[in-house]
């Protein structure tokens, strides 16, 4: 079954600190993997795509990164603001004749000052 | 400004009366979906639209109706909303299929069915 899990569910970190955001899946045929961060109360926001030949992809202080073998993905936020406070959503679109698109369920960052 | 806008942002209804969701891009997009969203879930895609006048069902389909007789509106439509339909939902476009083509998604409307 084609799934994407995230971890943690959420997370409090200080301003200006590093943080490490999780994706797991097992869609497959694997097409490529996106990060987007929700505001709340607005619609997703696309930071990153890397598809099965890249292994690393930066949007400033976001660094994503994908090992295609072990099927994992990691957010990496660097320098913490304030406005980083959102939830992250990993989504993953596999190379089928439906074109399906999986998206997990997201971990709430909240920075704190 | 490129985007897709919804509307209503909030709505608060009574179970059975009929209602509709517009939703309406300005990107010539080929590509617009239906997603609701709820509390530990992912997005789940309700229905989905390739082109003009072609529609197909997405993973949670049941009790909604969409239609696309232009290029730029996708109305959600709810006949007989029910409470297990408290949501909130998302309208997004993309170029072509989202597999390839970043999703632009509206800002959601937030829907409570009594």
């Known amino acids: 079954k084609n799934q994407v899990e995230q971890s943690p569910q959420s997370l409090i970190i200080l301003e200006g600190k590093n943080c490490t955001l999780q994706?797991?899946?097992?869609?497959?045929?694997?097409?490529?993997l996106r990060w987007y961060k929700q505001d709340t109360g607005r619609g997703p926001v696309s930071l990153t795509i890397m598809t099965f030949s890249e292994n690393t992809k930066s949007n400033g202080r976001y660094t994503a990164t994908l090992d295609a073998d072990t099927k994992q993905s990691s957010l990496h936020i660097t320098a913490s603001q304030l406005s980083d406070s959102a939830s992250y959503i990993c989504v993953v679109s596999a190379n089928t004749g439906g074109f399906k698109t999986i998206f997990g369920a997201g971990t709430r960052l909240f920075v704190k000052a | 400004e490129a985007q897709v806008t919804q509307n209503p942002r909030y709505l608060i209804t009574v179970t059975g009366k009929k209602l509709t969701v517009t939703c309406s891009q300005n990107m010539n997009h080929e590509y617009m979906s239906w997603y609701r969203q709820d509390p530990g879930l992912g997005l789940r895609q309700i229905y989905y639209s390739m082109n003009v006048e072609v529609t197909d069902k997405g993973d949670v389909p049941e009790g909604y109706k969409v239609s696309r007789k232009e290029k730029r509106n996708f109305p959600l439509i709810l006949e007989s909303p029910s409470p297990n339909q408290t949501s909130l939902y998302f309208c997004?476009?993309?170029?072509?299929?989202?597999?390839?083509?970043?999703?632009?998604f509206g800002p959601g409307t937030r829907l409570t069915v009594l």
């Open positions: 994706c797991n899946y097992t869609v497959s045929p694997f097409s490529n």
């Open positions: 997004a476009s993309s170029l072509s299929v989202p597999t390839y083509n970043e999703q632009f």
